[in-house]
Every structure is written in structure tokens, then in C-alpha cells.
């Protein structure tokens, strides 16, 4: 284990990934492994498609090295190699086994910390979850015990994913001069106001309304994100007999993600990820939360809605977004999205005053692990 400039220990970590569908776990990975390379460590991602960091981070992150998913045999190799050394921090993600071969390789420095990052939940059973021991109970590792995180809302809980610039890269942002850049692209006409909405979504029950609804404001500009969304778009809009003002985006990279986020009055996101970020982005949003076979997607929104302290008609528009009510979408009105505003801007507040998830997954490496 190394020491930094600032006399605080530098960890390698070893972070696991497997990319169930829509690529947010990998999305979600790659901003933990990024956030923790810029504090100054080093940081190895196996993931079994990293197919989606072409666009989602072109220029790749210093300090990350990406690594597909280990089969037996390379694992067995690396067994043989005298440089190779397992990380002092093991993350499995998202409820990833890791590789048996792996943990054998672990067994042999009990040092290592073995972290399981689970999904995030504004639920009230996460507190208690978090930061629970998880005995091994065969395998490899029998004997060892992973650790439980839980990201979250509120105190007890594992926090956020947040980057110590942030906060500085959000205020230095300049909204119209962003948005004067990409008239040319869109096509737009750089006298005329817009209402700037971005749409990154699966296929929501409620997109035939919001588009029905757009198609009536001429002033409003949906700018969609490409895969699903733009193809629930296209489907959705033979419906309909007059279309809203909208244009298609390309695939971009996450921090040009952000900035589209904090360009636009409203913002529709969906997964984990997007949401955060549509949260620390301070403006309007609604989410679009993972379905569930089970429907155990409700009782999550709804917690999360409650932590948000949504007002009556984001509460609605949520449901009826995701399918839970069959209703008519409130009206997306100044005075509804400054409700929404105010009501986003006071729990970005809250969660400010949280620890963030890296600095938490530090302090707890940092407690187990041994300085040399």
C-alpha cells in the first residue's frame, strides 16, 4: 500500500462487474472506479462487456485499468505471476459472484477487503442493511467475511456517488452558452426560446401522453437519448397525428451527460445512475425506475418519492409514468415544474449533507486494511 502527497493511504482496488442489460451497472462502476482513480488510487475493472466505454468514457479515466471478465485459466496464470498481487479492496457489484479462481487467489492475503456494493434504495430496511458482515461459508474463501453497502439517502446509509469537483464543474457550467453551441445540430433557430427536456427512459406507460402534451407547446424541445428511448419515441409517435418538437442524440460520454442535465428545465432519467445525477443536477425531473416481474419496483419508487417529499402532482406524474396508476399526466406548467424545482433543490440539500459513497467505501477500506 502506497502513501499519497496528502499523507492518506493509496489502495488498489480490484472492482467487478458483469453488464446485465442497458449498460447502468457498468455506468455506475466506471463513475466509482473514476471518482476513486482522481482521489489518488488505482483501480482494476473486470467487467464481461465493456463494449459501452467507447462512448460512455472515450478518453478512459488514469489510474483505471479495464479488464474483461477473468476466465479460469488467466486467473490460473496470473496465480503463477510473481508481480501479481490481489487489491487490498475487492468489490463485487451488484450482486456479481466473484470467480472461484479469484477467490483463491484472495485466500492468500487476508488483508484484502471484501466489499458486495449492492443497488440503491431509498427503502427504510437499507440503514439497517448497511455495512452488514456477510459470513463465506464455502469455496475458496470459506472463512472470510464480505461486507455489506448499501447506497442511500440518508444518515446510516452508504451515501451517493458524488466527485469532489462536482459541485465546482457545476457552478463554472454556463447553461446558454451550451445551449448555443449545439443549435446548429439541432437545427434550431437561435431566436426562439425553448423549453430544453431531455428524455433518457425504458418504455414508460405514460410517453403517448408526454408527447401528446409536448405536441401542444410548440416552445418545448425533447431531446432523446438514442436505444430504447429512441425507439419507444418512434413507436409512440404513430400514434399521434400532430408530433412535438424533438430532436435525436448521439450517444455521448458521461460528462457530457451531466452537462445535458444541468442544460435542461426538465429532466427524465431512468436506472440508478441518471437519477443521481438528475438529483445533484438541481433541476426537475421524473424517473423511470426499473421494472420488476414481482412489481417490488413500486414500493421502491414510492419510498423514494416519500424521501424526496414529492409534491401531489410529481407524485402523479410518477405513477402514472411508470405505469403504477392509469390516469392523466399533470400539466407540465411553469408553476408545476417550480414546485418541482423547489422540491428537488431542498432533498439535493439533504443529500449533500451526506458522506459520499466513495468517501464512505474509503473510510471503511481504511479501517480494515493494514499500512505497511
Not at 190 to 207: D, K, M, Q, V
Not at 268 to 289: K, N, T, Y
Request: with cysteine.
Amino acid at each position: 500500500m502506497k502513501t499519497d502527497t496528502h499523507s492518506s493511504p493509496s489502495l488498489r482496488w480490484d472492482i467487478f462487474c458483469r453488464v446485465i442489460d442497458n449498460h447502468g451497472d457498468l455506468g455506475v462502476c466506471w463513475r466509482l472506479c473514476a471518482d476513486l482513480a482522481q482521489r489518488g488510487h488505482s483501480v482494476r475493472l473486470w467487467v464481461d462487456d465493456a463494449s459501452a466505454l467507447a462512448w460512455m468514457a472515450p478518453q478512459g479515466c488514469a489510474g483505471v485499468s479495464v479488464h474483461a471478465w477473468p476466465s479460469d485459466e488467466t486467473l490460473h496464470a496470473l496465480a503463477q505471476d510473481a508481480h501479481f498481487q490481489v487489491g487490498d479492496v475487492v468489490v463485487e457489484a451488484f450482486g456479481c459472484e466473484l470467480p472461484q479462481a479469484f477467490q483463491a487467489l484472495m485466500a492468500g492475503d487476508t488483508s484484502t477487503v471484501w466489499l458486495n456494493l449492492e443497488y440503491l434504495s431509498a427503502e427504510d430496511w437499507v440503514p439497517r442493511m448497511h455495512g452488514l458482515p456477510s459470513p463465506v461459508m464455502g469455496g475458496p474463501a470459506k472463512g472470510w467475511t464480505k461486507r455489506f453497502v448499501y447506497p442511500g439517502f440518508t444518515p446510516g446509509t452508504g451515501g451517493l456517488l458524488r466527485e469532489a469537483d462536482l459541485l465546482a464543474r457545476q457552478q463554472a457550467f454556463e447553461r446558454s452558452a451550451w445551449r448555443a453551441q449545439r443549435l446548429p445540430d439541432l437545427r434550431l433557430n437561435p431566436a426562439r426560446e425553448h423549453r430544453w427536456i431531455s428524455l433518457f427512459c425504458y418504455e414508460p406507460a405514460g410517453l403517448p401522453q408526454l408527447l401528446a402534451q409536448l405536441a401542444g407547446s410548440p416552445g418545448d424541445l425533447l431531446l432523446v437519448t438514442p436505444g430504447r428511448p429512441l425507439a419507444a419515441v418512434q413507436q409512440a409517435l404513430k400514434g399521434l397525428a400532430q408530433p412535438p418538437h424533438w430532436r435525436a442524440l448521439p450517444y455521448c460520454a458521461q460528462d457530457e451527460f451531466d452537462a445535458l442535465l444541468w442544460a435542461c428545465d426538465l429532466n427524465f432519467v431512468r436506472g440508478e445512475d441518471s437519477l443521481v445525477r438528475a438529483l445533484w443536477a438541481g433541476q426537475p425531473f421524473v424517473w423511470h425506475i426499473y421494472p420488476q416481474d414481482d412489481q417490488a419496483h413500486h414500493a421502491k419508487l414510492e419510498a423514494f418519492l416519500d424521501w424526496l417529499q414529492a409534491p401531489g402532482s410529481l407524485r402523479q406524474f410518477h405513477r402514472v409514468w411508470n405505469g403504477i396508476e392509469a390516469s392523466t399526466l399533470p400539466a407540465l406548467d411553469a408553476p408545476t415544474l417550480a414546485n418541482w424545482a423547489a422540491c428537488v433543490q431542498a432533498a439535493r440539500a439533504r443529500a449533500l449533507a451526506q458522506p459520499d459513497l466513495c468517501t464512505q467505501l474509503l473510510a471503511q477500506a481504511r479501517l480494515s486494511c493494514t499500512v505497511s
